[in-house]
């Protein structure tokens, strides 16, 4: 029998071709994709790159020494990134990527970087400053510098990540070195997923600008100096305007108007060495209007706080503690600002050394879901608040001091009062009320001081101011619980809003205490009647109630609170109805969605402007539109905006001027 090998042949014969090519074709994309060896830039020389190359390290040295990665471009080196001694510039492009597998170290350290701060020239390098413009992706899975030993990441280097850009850190010990500083623009992020980031001493710092983010799991700011250093110029472009300028106030090293997520710890440090450049007392920590700080560890010094170098904290937006607020030296809480520790340990150990004592200044709103013990200073402003939800005591320095807490607005605590060293009042002529309010007992031991500091009455509390009730410091007099309490409602308005239809809208402070708002309505006779009912909402503080009786003429409305211990009576507001007048209202008030809706009832047709303001007056929106005749509905996008307290201001030219408050939740 006859058989036919040809076919079978010529099949494996290609098959062993196809092959080879395989194989070259393989070898050939292998060749394009391998690791380069180490790529050195130095003495103004420059490279520029948009493809997919890895390095196995880099090196950039001398005076405008230049690396770009493009929008095309995925750079990965994997070892060590250092960056060092002259004046240079790095920029990674929208799109582009640098992977870095060891750790990234600068050091701007010469004779040729001897200012204070970059002058930036209009062509984007510098001529006294390295700076990494990030507006891609750069990841560091080593550390940012070498180590807290060496710390080289420091003397005007640079980190702006810019909009759209995204920094990560997977080290465990990343180092801001001396003068070492990180901007973070509006839209860009900055992740550390290692265990550890510090921010070292003399003038290291982190700005978080508003829209700005950063994370960490453990973050700690380290003292800082207070000098007032000079630019080499006056001005500088965008985005460097802000960083440099001619007169520069005394450095924080951490600024934030954005958002910071700390998972673990925020240490907050004294300075580690005191030079006649490095004083007490200079601000190390703000917390912007804007600015949002969220904790999930504790808030602390990492030691006790010492005389060499005293580390502040001043919060102006708001700072959420989950777990405890301890060993703190100067806490300063601004009108606008919140603070709520809600730890089982709260708000203790913020003594000072021997011979200085800490001080809480308190002119916002300061919340404690547990005790608060052994601290210094408390200092309660006229326009502060503070409200302790387990007990006040052992608030005492045994040693060359006293703990003194002084009330000149308002005090609430939901247990026991025990074992205090001073608790006093600051008391004008033109003050009448400081009231110190209490659910538990109070129990005034030897030692305890409880005073009108103005007028040197002393009163002692024990069995004779029994549980439930607060005691005016200023008169003397005993009152009811709700007194302290209700006295805290901090707004209340009311707007014509469409047809037959007017809006209440009211702010309150004890938001995390049982309450509930009975609204009240009354017209030219009088005589009020209960119109409807708004229960407080834990972590609510913005509420509003509408209205759809009224008909043309003058309305009164009142709120009465209820709450444990009694019921209070807000102010009385009057409007007066109109027909075919223009009227606004906003739905929801209270909102974590992306957008809010404007309702406008317009007599005509007419222009309209609207604009959304936070609570220190700055514009972050603004649309102008043609609302007709007749009912209107307009969506603004707040998808950008903060948790927080904002404004929708609306104006029109038929006399139309509204200002309606919402909360960002």
Not at 335 to 356: A, E, I, P, Q
Not at 387 to 403: H, R, W
Request: with cysteine.
């Amino acid at each position: 029998m006859f058989v036919d090998f040809t076919l079978p042949q010529s099949v494996y014969t290609l098959r062993r071709y196809a092959a080879i090519v395989l194989l070259i074709i393989y070898l050939m994309l292998a060749a394009s994709f391998h690791t380069q060896a180490q790529l050195t830039l130095t003495n103004g020389q420059s490279a520029s790159l948009n493809t997919t190359v890895t390095y196995s390290s880099v090196s950039i040295t001398g005076a405008n020494t230049t690396l770009s990665v493009g929008s095309s471009g995925n750079v990965s080196v994997t070892g060590a990134f250092t960056w060092l001694d002259q004046p240079s510039y790095i920029s990674i492009a929208s799109g582009g990527a640098l992977t870095i597998g060891g750790d990234l170290q600068g050091d701007g350290n010469t004779g040729t970087n001897n200012a204070y701060y970059p002058c930036i020239n209009t062509s984007g390098l510098t001529s006294q400053a390295m700076i990494i413009d990030c507006k891609g992706s750069l990841t560091v899975n080593g550390n940012l510098a070498a180590g807290s030993g060496t710390k080289r990441f420091k003397n005007w280097v640079f980190l702006h990540i810019d909009s759209g850009g995204t920094v990560t850190l997977n080290g465990n010990d990343n180092v801001m070195g001396p003068r070492g500083i990180i901007y973070i623009h509006k839209g860009g992020k900055l992740i550390v997923n290692g265990a550890n980031m510090l921010v070292e001493y003399a003038y290291s710092r982190i700005e978080i600008e508003s829209g700005g983010t950063m994370s960490a799991v453990n973050l700690t700011i380290n003292g800082n100096g207070s000098t007032v250093v000079t630019s080499a110029c006056s001005t500088n472009p965008s985005p460097y305007n802000g960083i440099a300028t001619t007169n520069n106030p005394p450095y924080t090293s951490l600024h934030v108007d954005g958002t910071l997520n700390v998972s673990g710890n925020f240490s907050v440090d004294d300075a580690s060495v005191s030079t006649s450049s490095m004083t007490a007392g200079t601000g190390h920590v703000t917390i912007s209007n804007s600015g949002v700080v969220t904790v999930g560890g504790n808030f602390m010094n990492g030691s006790a706080p010492t005389t060499t170098g005293s580390d502040t904290v001043t919060v102006n937006g708001t700072l959420n503690v989950t777990g405890n607020a301890i060993n703190n030296s100067i806490l300063n809480i601004g009108s606008t600002g919140v603070m709520n520790v809600n730890g089982g340990g709260g708000l203790s150990n913020n003594t000072g050394s021997v011979y200085n004592v800490s001080a809480i200044n308190v002119d916002g709103k300061l919340n404690v879901a547990a005790n608060t013990t052994n601290n210094g200073f408390i200092n309660i402003n006229a326009t502060g608040f503070v409200k302790v939800m387990g007990n006040l005591l052992n608030n005492t320095i045994t040693t060359y001091g006293v703990a003194i807490i002084t009330v000149i607005n308002d005090l609430y605590v939901q247990g026991n009062i025990v074992s205090n060293d001073i608790i006093r009042a600051i008391c004008p002529p033109t003050d009448t009320a400081a009231y110190v309010g209490w659910s538990g007992i109070w129990t005034s031991n030897a030692h305890d001081t409880v005073q009108n500091y103005s007028t040197g009455v002393k009163y002692y509390t024990g069995t004779q101011v029994p549980p439930g009730h607060a005691l005016n410091l200023c008169s003397g007099n005993i009152a009811a619980l709700y007194t302290v309490l209700a006295s805290n409602l901090q707004s209340f308005t009311v707007e014509q809003a469409g047809s037959a239809t007017n809006v209440l809208s009211w702010q309150a402070v004890a938001e995390q205490l049982p309450m509930t708002f009975i609204i009240q309505r009354a017209a030219t006779d009088g005589l009020y009647t209960d119109i409807g009912t708004v229960a407080a909402t834990n972590g609510q503080n913005t509420y509003t109630y509408t209205d759809k009786l009224p008909s043309t003429g003058a309305w009164y409305y009142r709120l009465k609170i209820e709450m444990p211990g009694g019921e209070q009576y807000s102010k009385t507001v009057m409007i007066s109805y109109q027909e075919d007048f223009p009227a606004v209202s906003l739905r929801p008030s209270v909102t974590s969605q992306p957008q809010i809706t404007v309702f406008v009832n317009m007599p005509a047709t007419d222009r309209l402007s609207l604009q959304v303001t936070d609570v220190a007056g700055r514009t972050l929106l603004r649309r102008t539109m043609i609302a007709e005749k007749g009912d209107n509905m307009f969506t603004l996008d707040i998808s950008q905006l903060h948790t927080g307290i904002y404004y929708v201001q609306a104006a029109g030219g038929s006399g139309l001027h509204k200002t309606l408050l919402f909360q960002k939740r």
